[in-house]
């Protein structure tokens, strides 16, 4: 008997024919393409951004030292290091 993770994918024991992997390629490529794109938008550190993180409006920041009040900042205003705003 043969034990398998549940978190492992599953495997086919069969050869694979060619093309059968061209979906999978290509939403994989589709998936990369969407996380290189958007991977700027959630910034992480420890501290406040305010004055030391650019970014441009709209962006998250994570700050790992955290507590009440100051564990996310957003970006509100300009395109420099300064208009984080504690959520």
Request: glycine fraction near 12%.
């Amino acid at each position: 008997m043969t034990l398998k993770s549940r978190v492992d994918p599953p495997v086919s024991q069969q050869p694979a024919i060619e093309g059968d992997s061209k979906p999978l390629a290509q939403w994989w490529t589709r998936w990369l393409d969407r996380l290189a794109t958007h991977a700027n938008h959630v910034l992480a550190g420890s501290g406040t951004p305010e004055g030391v993180v650019t970014a441009l409006p709209g962006r998250l920041y994570l700050d790992y030292a955290g507590g009440a009040n100051v564990t996310l900042y957003v970006k509100e205003s300009g395109t420099g290091s300064t208009g984080w705003v504690a959520k």
